[in-house]
């Protein structure tokens, strides 16, 4: 069958379904060291060879470096990929190969992951047989159900947002999940689990990658599991979708987002525009480096050779302007077509260099130019925008992105180091803990941003779980097949005297407090708060801190766990809903610290006396007091890292008031927190607080 074509157009890239007139598919492929391309149409999503091969002319279907081509008849689901042939030349960086298919870089699903083979991709030889295909969509057929044309854009502010980092897969792929085995580690079978995040006090869910990955991007014999590998920046990753059709990702993705809309979650992606899966000079060629590898990456000055900022393997051009155009589309469509509502960006720092991989001066003064575009783009005004504010090659810019940025958010790091060396009792670390409490005012030094763009946690997915944190003293990652040389050695963990799991009952209450305390200083913070997926109840990784290749029970969420640790998880879900209760955990400006204007909200620093606030090497304690006049809210609170019992001063009460015990980790785990309404009186003007423990009181009128 012939097809008939015109010559179409250079805009917009991709494939893209036109109905108005001329039926049909228009193709567009960026490529300017490309002397010919052809385009593969496919049957079937498997099939070992194309149907038609259709030849893009450089003088008809090229304008510029932009190759296009109209195809009418065509539909959505339609199977494509392409060849490209050019030059291939390690000394200037070139690397096309007519012998291998490629992926069009913004295929919107991709397709062929049961025949797909990264050998096949790296090593000489026609591939077509096991690589991966693009699939025509039309964005414009689902139905959105009035998510954000009848109902408003959440935008929840994150000054009222609890953010819950999670692995779409691991979130259901365990037996105990409960969800049928075709959903299991699906977007389908997240919508299922949607009431416990609600019920939880989640109001963001960030979602670990979720962009098609290489699952193969891994040692032989492991799967890679995080998905830090990214193929596809358009495309969801199709083994998270229980509908296998060649479309159905896109809109099984569409339903859990306007699910957890509708449960009034936000979603934020985490997206990796740092690298990709083709890796470094040894990898597969899957579509950048076949199309226009030196455009792509950042060539070290032998131009065979990647730089690799990322540590895996490749550095993305972020500011070369096809690139940022290609990231700058993608946040567009992922907005705008898929509704989500923010991102995190992995290994932001990398965005911050040039397209040589010069770090840019401007950060002193300026944003450097792709992080401006997005930081002012309007579609991305009112989106949560989150920097990892580091990369694998030294960049560390904690406090920069929200210094030089009006709209960026950062994840704290210094706040999970900080915090967990004073939980552990570490000597010197009162200042620190102080400063996180606060806002991190060290850190970030502007007057007019919301503080809580600080995004402050002690776990997230790299790195120990809440449970191992306190359970390990070395990381035990022989399962990775590295010779446990991978992974984080610095985790400020304490294994509370035996290493790993125990049946040492005294032990197991030690760990269980020190949890308790880490949630206790994290939702007492100023900042925004996220918790890692399954910390509520213990999820351990037996001491893996790096479980980037482990798709299996090491990694899932265990909803047995949900029962065995349910008090736990109440405990958490009290503290949630308490703190998230009090306009005090609601301020997007700092605290002022008391007497410089007591009529606003504002903080006072104690130690075990009142108003001497120990700020020595030596102390491991400190108080404060947190109060809102206008809201009638008031909270003491006090910290004892220290491993034997303290007695802390209490602050005077007006007449008719009296201090209540909310909070105290000590205690067991059923009395652990009580609401205000049934909280224990304290009637003395001191309390001893048992080593190792975090104290909450909060003043109430006995009227």
Known sequence: MSLKTLPGESYPLGATVENDGKNGVNFCIFSKQATFIELLLFDGQ?????????????????????WHIFIEGLEAGQVYAYRVHGPYDLSQGHRCNPEKVLLDP????????SIYNRDAATHPGDNCPQALRSVVVD?????WEGDWDETPRLRIP???????EMHVGGFTRHPSSGVSAEKRGTFAGLIEKIPYLKSLGITTVELLPVHYFDVKDVRPGLTNYWGYSTIGFFAPHRPYSSDQSPIGPVNEFRDMVKALHKAGIEVILDVVFNHTAESDEHGPTLNFRGIDNSTYYILEDDHSQYKNYSGCGNTLRGNHPIVGRLILECLHYWVTEMHVDGFRFDLASILSRDSSGTPLEELRGTTPD?????????ILAGTKLIAEAWDAAGLYDVGRFVELADWFAEWNGPFRDDVRRFVKGDSGMVPHVANRILGSPDIYHRQDIDINRSINFVTCHDGFTLNDLVSYDEKHNEGNGEDNRDGENHNNSWNCGVEGETDDPAIDAIRLQQIKNFFTILFLSQGTPMM??????????RGNNNVYCQDNELSWFNWDNVEKEYDLWCFVRRLVHFTQGL??????????????????????WHGVKLGEPDWSDYSRTLAFSLRHPQKNEYLHVMLNAFWE??????????????????????????KTFCELEVAVEITTQNYTTNGRSCIVLMAKSNS
Do not use: C
């Not at 498997?46 to 932009?66: F, G, I, W």
């Not at 964005?139 to 139905?143: A, H, N, R």
């Open 106 to 113: 913004y295929a919107k699903a991709i397709v062929g992951s």
């Open 532 to 541: 890692l997926m399954g910390d509520e109840i213990r999820r351990t990784q």
């Open 645 to 670: 019992p303290l007695e802390f001063e209490l602050p005077w009460l007006e007449g008719g008031e009296s201090w209540y015990r909310v909070l105290d980790t000590s205690l067991p785990l059923n």
């Open 583 to 604: 306009e005090l955990f609601n301020q997007e400006e700092r605290l002022e610290v008391a007497y410089n204007s007591p009529n606003h909200p504002h903080i006072s």
């Open 46 to 66: 498997n099939d070992p060879q194309p149907s038609h091969v259709v030849p893009l002319d450089p003088k008809l279907n090229r304008t510029h470096y932009y």
């Open 370 to 378: 792709i992080l401006w575009i997005i930081e002012s783009d309007p």
């Open 139 to 143: 964005t414009e057929t689902y139905d």
């Open 158 to 164: 994150y000054s009222k947002s609890v953010i819950y």
